[in-house]
């Protein structure tokens, strides 16, 4: 058990509908960053937020969007739903200070299914 | 953050020593080389992380190699429950931009009885 929580833990959705996941950082910790997983693949950062504003952007259209709110747990919004969206989205949550970030902790993901 | 090159599968006897290697020829002296690994549907479990010196815990062994060009993860005692992919990532510890990682393709390991 890491302590970052995620929901919900399987989700389908029709192609072009829109989907809000969610994720509950470890106690402590003030950094959230989201991955996307294909079958087969390893997990693909989507981006990260820091102090509520987005910190780093991987390759992801902006139809993937995300708010991190004052307790520091975080939603990733994915519009316009396409098939190649189907994966698992993973949630991880670190502490960025001084000696900057400790190393990250990992949700069970939300495996979404796009049809 | 520099790329790094693992085998894509190993295999390894229940209760013999298993050695993943990882290589990062490009690495930069502020980068420091950290293991993930994942079991089947599971998110991702830090497993240990080192810049030049060799690390140890309660988990794995990481040995860096003097060039820091690569490095091997040690699993002591690998059980049946270490049937896992494990990533090798390269990257920047020390910036306050965070946490993003580069998890690359990893190898999958096959603990046998």
């Known amino acids: 058990e890491t302590g970052v929580t995620q929901s919900p833990t399987h989700l389908i959705k029709t192609r072009g509908q829109q989907v809000t996941l969610r994720c509950s950082s470890q106690?402590?910790?003030?950094?959230v960053s989201w991955y996307q997983q294909a079958l087969g693949q390893g997990p693909q950062f989507i981006f990260q937020?820091?102090?509520?504003?987005?910190?780093g952007r991987g390759n992801f259209p902006p139809r993937f969007s995300g708010l991190q709110f004052p307790n520091y747990s975080s939603e990733l919004n994915v519009n316009a739903l396409e098939l190649d969206d189907s994966a698992l989205y993973l949630c991880?949550?670190?502490?960025?200070?001084?000696?900057?970030?400790?190393?990250?902790?990992f949700g069970q993901g939300t495996r979404l299914t796009v049809v | 953050d520099a790329k790094t090159t693992q085998p894509t599968s190993m295999d390894c006897a229940e209760g013999r020593a298993a050695n993943l290697p990882c290589n990062h020829s490009?690495?930069?002296?502020?980068?420091?080389v950290y293991w993930y690994r994942q079991i089947h549907s599971q998110g991702p479990q830090y497993i240990i992380h080192?810049?030049?010196n060799n690390e140890t815990n309660e988990m794995a062994s990481l040995i860096i190699t003097e060039d820091r060009k690569s490095s091997t993860l040690i699993l002591p005692h690998a059980t049946l429950r270490d049937t896992a992919v494990y990533y090798c990532?390269?990257?920047?510890?020390?910036?306050?931009?965070?946490?993003?990682?580069?998890f690359g393709k990893g190898t999958s390991l096959l603990v046998t009885p």
């Open positions: 080192g810049l030049k």
């Open positions: 937020y820091y102090r509520e504003e987005e910190n």
């Open positions: 991880a949550s670190s502490l960025v200070g001084q000696g900057g970030p400790t190393e990250a902790f």
């Open positions: 990532i390269v990257r920047v510890a020390n910036s306050n931009s965070g946490y993003a990682l580069n």
């Open positions: 490009t690495i930069s002296g502020n980068e420091y």
């Open positions: 106690s402590g910790h003030n950094t």
